[in-house]
């Protein structure tokens, strides 16, 4: 298994792309869909932990995880070790119509670890967006009732349940219509711009009932409310300390069911094994995919045993709960409950405070928001420090691809800091130098001019 010299990373031995790559992106160019929104031309050839090795040979320090995925790190011996044994034995026989004990075995494991003291039972998709899909199908069966709410800046998928929930970016919905009826979306609190009082998120969901349920959606034909506890690409923004358990009371209160995307929150990511957990809530549905697998494909719901009672055959998945993918996951929860969660929350808050000094350095450095390995940052004109500006977001995520560091954009100027959970201190305080010096060079450039 390759193994990288930490104190080798970044290692820049071509101009970017290279060669080998430029060869691979022509051919990119020719068949792939134009629908993938690649943001610079980076071609992979393997990864290490948090390390990223192109196709010619240069070597990139990875703060996107394959967005959020890789959670215990790419190429984990004990996933891959995982994966080998299984494939060995079992690549396949599906979970729809048959039994096989990986699947069991994880089933167990989730509906055992997730939050609260009801009975769970689990549900397993291909991914976030098949999650999605199975939670609003599952609402719908279990309460009779037809209607949803989900939030202003949510982004749940982009298959038609998903996209419908989703209020994220008019890109995933123009030309897509008619979508899925009787949805309707609400404002997301985002912590950072509400009062710091109390009250603050309680306030959001009494609108609720005046925007919603007195005005355009009868409370006894709402089956769920749909809400992401970190709200993901619309920026990482974390709501105020009461609006969860806000939520969850009105829920409670209306028959409702609370459904929780933790799609990218989850899995350890902010620090523990799932977000709703820093606000002490027990969803009735949970939403999971990306890091509960370290690289796998799959997803699940995890639901109370009382919710989830839609009858056999009413929902399936050729796919879902694959052997191979369902042995890796329960590696990644080995991983993730010895010590790479907490790991997640010592290195978050080692990068918040990187990225608060660097801040006070440079006026271009909005605010600075997230839990755990969650972490945004918001560029801001330089001319006045107030005002996003998504030109220099992407600038700076290009400028650090081109010296070995991998970000990712989110919302509308906010660079995502996700790396995966194994991220070192000293990966950590590489990571910001290289944006220190970023903005730094681009601050001697623009006083050169």
Same mark, same amino acid.
């Given at each position: ?12 031995k ?7 790559a430029q060869?691979l ?16 031309p980076l ?9 990223i090795?192109?196709?010619d040979?240069?070597?990139?320090l990875?703060?996107?995880a ?6 215990t790190?790419?190429?984990h011996?004990?996933?891959?070790a ?7 034995k079992?690549i396949h026989m ?9 699947q ?12 609260g003291?009801?009975p769970?039972r ?5 991914s976030?967006?098949e999650?999605?899909?199975a939670a ?9 009732r ?8 949510a982004?749940?998928?982009r298959?038609?349940?998903a996209m419908?929930?989703?209020g994220?970016?008019l ?8 979508l ?11 912590a950072?711009?509400?009062p ?30 749909f809400?992401?506890p970190?709200q993901?690409?619309s920026g ?5 300390a009461?609006?969860?358990p806000?939520?969850?009371d009105?829920c409670?209160?209306?028959g409702?069911l609370?459904v929780t =995307? !933790?799609?990218?929150c989850?899995?350890? *990511?902010? /620090?523990? $094994?799932?977000a709703v957990?820093?606000?002490g809530?027990?969803?009735?549905i949970i939403c ?8 796998m494909?799959?997803?699940a719901?995890?639901?109370?045993e ?14 879902g709960?694959?052997?191979v993918s369902c042995r ?5 929860l080995d991983?993730l409950e010895?010590?790479y969660?907490?790991?997640a929350?010592?290195r978050g808050?080692?990068l ?5 000094k660097l801040?006070r350095?440079h ?5 600075v928001r997230?839990l755990?390995?969650?972490v945004?940052?918001?560029l ?13 977001r =992407? !600038?700076l995520?290009?400028s650090?691809? *081109?010296r /070995?560091l $991998? ?6 100027a906010?660079?995502?800091f996700?790396p ?8 950590v305080?590489s ?10 060079d681009r601050?001697?450039?623009k006083v050169?001019v």
């Amino acid at each position: 298994m390759w193994q990288f010299d930490d104190c080798t990373v970044p290692r820049l031995k071509t101009e970017l792309p290279g060669p080998k790559a430029q060869e691979l992106l022509e051919r990119d160019q020719r068949f792939m869909s134009p629908s993938y929104s690649r943001v610079y031309p980076l071609v992979v050839e393997r990864g290490s932990g948090a390390v990223i090795e192109d196709v010619d040979g240069n070597l990139f320090l990875d703060f996107t995880a394959g967005i959020a995925v890789t959670s215990t790190g790419h190429c984990h011996p004990t996933v891959v070790a995982a994966i080998q044994d299984q494939a060995s034995k079992l690549i396949h026989m599906s979970g729809t119509d048959f039994y096989y004990k990986p699947q069991i075995d994880l089933a167990q494991r989730l509906a055992e670890s997730a939050p609260g003291t009801s009975p769970k039972r689990v549900f397993f998709t291909n991914s976030g967006a098949e999650a999605l899909e199975a939670a609003l199908k599952l609402a719908r069966w279990h309460t009779g009732r037809a209607r949803a709410i989900a939030f202003l800046g949510a982004f749940h998928g982009r298959t038609y349940g998903a996209m419908s929930l989703s209020g994220s970016k008019l890109v995933h919905r123009r030309g897509f219509s008619p979508l899925v009826p009787d949805i309707h979306h609400v404002p997301y609190p985002r912590a950072a711009e509400v009062p710091n009082e109390p009250n603050a998120g309680r306030r959001f969901v009494e609108q609720i009932e005046d925007t919603v349920l007195k005005r355009i959606a009868p409370p006894e034909e709402v089956a769920a409310v749909f809400v992401e506890p970190i709200q993901g690409e619309s920026g990482y923004h974390v709501p105020p300390a009461d609006f969860l358990p806000a939520l969850r009371d009105f829920c409670t209160r209306h028959g409702m069911l609370l459904v929780t =995307d !933790e799609v990218q929150c989850g899995m350890g *990511r902010t /620090g523990k $094994l799932f977000a709703v957990q820093h606000w002490g809530v027990e969803p009735d549905i949970i939403c999971l995919a990306k890091g509960i697998a370290s690289g796998m494909p799959l997803g699940a719901i995890i639901a109370k045993e009382k919710v989830m009672d839609w009858p056999s055959g009413s929902h399936a998945s050729t796919f879902g709960g694959n052997p191979v993918s369902c042995r890796a996951a329960l590696a990644t929860l080995d991983l993730l409950e010895s010590g790479y969660t907490a790991n997640a929350a010592e290195r978050g808050e080692q990068l918040k405070r990187g990225l608060l000094k660097l801040q006070r350095q440079h006026a271009e450095i909005g605010a600075v928001r997230g839990l755990g390995l969650m972490v945004a940052m918001d560029l801001v004109h330089l001319r006045d420090g107030k005002g996003l500006d998504p030109a220099l977001r =992407d !600038e700076l995520v290009h400028s650090a691809f *081109r010296r /070995g560091l $991998l970000l990712l954009g989110c919302g509308e100027a906010a660079v995502r800091f996700c790396p995966p959970l194994c991220i070192t201190a000293e990966q950590v305080e590489s990571a910001l130098r290289i944006l220190g010096s970023v903005l730094a060079d681009r601050v001697i450039e623009k006083v050169a001019v």
